[in-house]
């Protein structure tokens, strides 16, 4: 077997915030239940998605795709979504290489990403 970690995605309400936990190897096989999470931060009553991807090992276009469309959604219905890191070189490379890194509000890890003003998402 290779070195690949499990994909593993999971949630929970902190404080102000529902955390998407985010972790191992994500592709377009697990990025389903990525996408599910994710709407669930929609519904869950709270000001802001909070996304840990600091045990992100692996992301391709499947995540991406899936962290646009929540940004968009969330930005529609006046919720913050913040990416945490820190940030994987999978995940790095793949803000870099596509170009999208700005089009997120980023934050060092997740107790910076649940303080992050709204003002911030106001771009």
């Known amino acids: 077997m ?8 999971a949630s929970s309400v902190r404080g102000n915030a529902f955390v998407v936990t985010v972790g191992g190897d994500i592709d377009g096989d697990s990025a389903p239940r990525l996408v599910e999470e994710l709407a669930a ?8 998605t909070v996304v840990d991807l600091s ?9 991406l795709h899936a962290l ?9 219905d006046g919720l913050l979504l913040v990416l945490a ?3 994987g070189e999978s995940v790095e490379r793949l803000f870099d ?3 999208t890194a700005g089009y ?13 003003p709204r003002a911030v998402t106001d771009r």
Do not use: K
């Open 2 to 9: 290779s070195d690949e970690r499990e994909p593993a995605v």
């Open 41 to 48: 931060g929609l519904l869950a009553g709270t000001p802001r």
């Open 68 to 76: 646009l469309e929540a940004q968009q959604a969330h930005r529609a």
């Open 55 to 63: 045990d992100t090992t692996f992301a391709d276009s499947a995540i």
């Open 104 to 116: 997120f509000v980023l934050a060092e890890n997740v107790f910076t990403a649940m303080e992050v």
């Open 85 to 87: 890191g820190p940030f």
């Open 97 to 99: 290489v596509t170009g």
